[in-house]
């Protein structure tokens, strides 16, 4: 297994792991059932898989291409999905005339950040998984 891979994986079950906490929290916690969103914090120790005994770790084109396709995939799904999700969520509640609460956007957009990076890790592990020549 690679950097990218472990970088994958970690994007993967961090993001997966954010959404359930905050999923499991939300009917005895409410909307501060959101604080299970700073799981996500812990992307960020993700450049230390980049890293090789005080080196960068080398990747060759192979990896920055399933990176870039990764990331496409990541952020255009999560894209797409929070526009339909707002758009549906714009016509639940103007057609029921209320107010959108300010909590259930922050929960719809923590929510396509997390999806954003489990589909980016998922994808990524696929594609290594699909190359029987990785590394």
């Not at 990331?71 to 999700?85: D, I, N």
């Amino acid at each position: 297994m690679n950097a990218l891979e472990k970088v994958a994986w970690t994007e993967l079950v961090v993001s997966v792991l954010a959404i359930v906490v905050v999923l499991a929290l939300y009917p005895w916690l409410g909307g501060a059932a959101m604080g299970g969103f700073g799981l996500l914090g812990l992307l960020g120790v993700t450049p230390i898989f980049m890293r090789k005994r005080g080196s960068q770790v080398a990747s060759d084109e192979r990896d920055q291409q399933i990176e870039r396709q990764a990331s496409w995939r990541g952020f255009g799904t999560a894209w797409m999905l929070m526009v339909c999700s707002l758009a549906a969520i714009m016509m639940w509640h103007s057609h029921h005339q209320r107010d959108i609460s300010p909590g259930l956007l922050s929960m719809v957009i923590w929510i396509q950040f997390a999806f954003c990076y489990a589909i980016k890790g998922a994808s990524s592990l696929i594609q290594y998984r699909g190359n029987h020549r990785a590394a």
